[in-house]
């Protein structure tokens, strides 16, 4: 990914006072940054509003094991961000083989895609309509109108659109694709695979999967929490204090200066420089004298909340993915974490397997607010007739409410995000950075580098403009890949 001097920003503010620097959120990116901080010498407080360190990657004890909020895959061909995750993973990880497929109208799809086989459960009819869009939208293409479904269109033909994109997008956003942007799609499926396979196989009749698909990824032992929680012991170790279960409230300023930080208990504490991943449109709403344009251009930034069902079901072999899309219409449910899947000599004396079902709501959707009775009753039914429980009985269940967990990249977005962005950076000492700090659809490798990067710009005045990450989608730094063996 790209971190850019090429961006319509070139941020330079130099640290100024005593230095002294406040990070507001202890995920990937907050617990980065105060790290990055303390290594370099600088005098860190680090503000949790839970009483976990992790964020959305967080890995939580639930019936006697550690589990991840759903799915979480590190993986960077970056050799800055390898390298930091290996200082502080070390040799606590395992390589895992990636198996995941998508499971549509009850049958099972090869993720990344296996041709023939994608092939055969398509069936000729369905291949050949694929077929006749694919050449339809070559031969006469879709206008583009920066909408993801036009995007996908253009690119795969309608039919695979209809197949593969629009049901899990949809469940996802929960907006119809027609008002989803074209930059979700740009971001995270750009050079897939799964379409591509299907019309390369078609074209060439070979077994010709692309190769940048082959996907091998490194798993820290004791779950993905495990990264940010050692970030955090070690920002101890150097001296930084680490508060959990203190929610900031606002950050302070004086004369367009951070000042410092007010938490939710009315406590104020002085900083010459405020690094926030919490919500970005929380943060405006605490700050003074923001313009009308910048509330209004922030009051359209939407997140959309995440739903986790874990069960506990009475059987080891279910299925060998650890995790699974569910693309079928006829579903609320649209991800499927099969944990035992991911390091199997974890647990192999156990004969249960925790599953984590995903869902996706906004606040005021009835989803969002069913009961966890009723949120695991759903979760139940929902996986029975899939078929892939296997007549195994579910034990039990326990739901986690992820609130603001997907920045919503809805058409025009961008546009009302610069607005925001311009307003914040003009604030001397404040460094909005995350998920939804920044407002990014972040991986953790998105947030780890922000992290680093902004202790680049407050330690260093390094200039890096933490606004571009994310959003240029080439590459230009060096790579390197994590093997069994280290880096490579
Ligand atoms: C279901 C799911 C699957 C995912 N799968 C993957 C994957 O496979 N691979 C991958 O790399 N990434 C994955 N991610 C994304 C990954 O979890 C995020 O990119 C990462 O956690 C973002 O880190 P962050 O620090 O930017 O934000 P967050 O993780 O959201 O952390 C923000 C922190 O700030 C705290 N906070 C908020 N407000 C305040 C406040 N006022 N005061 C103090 N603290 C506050 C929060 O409690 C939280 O701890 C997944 C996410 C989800 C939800």
Redesign the pocket.
């Known amino acids: 990914m790209d971190v850019g001097t090429t961006g319509r920003r070139f941020v330079r503010r130099s640290p100024g006072g005593d230095g002294r620097v406040a990070v507001?959120?202890?995920?990937?990116?907050?617990a980065t940054a105060a790290l990055e901080l303390a290594r370099r010498g600088v005098q860190v407080d680090l503000?949790?509003?839970?009483d976990a360190v992790g964020?959305?990657?967080r890995t939580i004890e639930l019936w006697g094991q550690r589990v991840d909020?759903?799915?979480?895959?590190?993986?960077s061909s970056d050799r800055r961000i390898n390298s930091l995750w290996l200082s502080i993973v070390g040799t606590d990880y395992a390589m895992v083989d990636r198996l995941t497929r998508i499971h549509y109208r009850g049958k099972l799809f090869q993720y990344p895609l296996q041709p023939g086989q994608a092939l055969r459960h398509l069936g000729p009819l369905e291949a050949a309509r694929c077929v006749a869009d694919y050449a339809r939208e070559r031969l006469r293409p879709t206008e583009q109108d920066g909408s993801f479904e036009r995007w996908v269109v253009g690119r795969f033909g309608r039919r695979l659109y209809e197949i593969f994109f629009r049901t899990y997008s949809e469940k996802l956003w929960g907006i119809p694709c027609t008002e989803l942007d074209a930059d979700f799609a740009a971001q995270r499926i750009k050079g897939l695979s799964l379409a591509g396979a299907i019309v390369n196989a078609l074209k060439s009749g070979r077994n010709n999967t692309h190769k940048t698909l082959v996907d091998r990824f490194a798993y820290p032992h004791g779950g993905t929490g495990r990264v940010y929680e050692r970030m955090v012991d070690e920002l101890r170790d150097r001296g930084g204090r680490a508060r959990m279960a203190?929610?900031?409230r606002r950050v302070l300023l004086d004369d367009g200066r951070v000042s410092g930080i007010e938490t939710e208990t009315g406590e104020v504490a002085s900083y010459d420089h405020v690094v926030s991943?919490?919500?970005i449109t929380?943060l405006l709403k605490g700050l003074p004298d923001v313009p009308a344009e910048v509330t209004d251009a922030a009051a359209h930034l939407r997140f959309r909340n995440?739903l986790?069902v874990f069960l506990e079901v009475d059987r080891s072999d279910l299925f060998p993915d650890q995790w699974m899309y569910l693309h079928s219409a006829d579903m609320q449910m649209g991800r499927l974490t099969n944990f035992r899947n991911w390091v199997p000599d974890l647990y192999r004396d156990r004969r249960t397997t925790i599953l984590a079902c995903?869902y996706w709501a906004y606040d005021e959707d009835d989803l969002w607010r069913s009961d966890d009775a009723a949120l695991i009753e759903l979760a139940t039914r929902e996986l029975t007739r899939t078929g892939l429980l296997r007549g195994a009985a579910v034990e039990r269940g326990h739901v986690e409410r992820?609130r603001r967990?997907y920045p919503v990249y809805s058409r025009g977005y961008r546009d009302r995000l610069t607005v925001v962005e311009s307003h914040l950076e003009s604030i001397h000492g404040l460094w909005p950075i995350?998920?939804?700090?920044a407002f990014k659809y972040?991986?953790?490798?998105?947030?780890i580098l922000m992290g680093m990067l902004v202790a680049e710009n407050i330690a260093g005045d390094a200039g890096n403009d933490l606004w571009s990450v994310n959003t240029d989608y080439e590459t230009y730094q060096e790579k390197a890949l994590i093997t069994e063996a280290g880096l490579s």
């Open positions: 507001v959120g202890a995920g990937p990116a907050g503000y949790e509003a839970s964020g959305l990657a909020l759903g799915p979480h895959r590190f993986f203190t929610p900031v991943t919490m919500p929380l995440t986790i995903e992820l967990c995350g998920r939804y700090g972040n991986n953790q490798d998105h947030s």
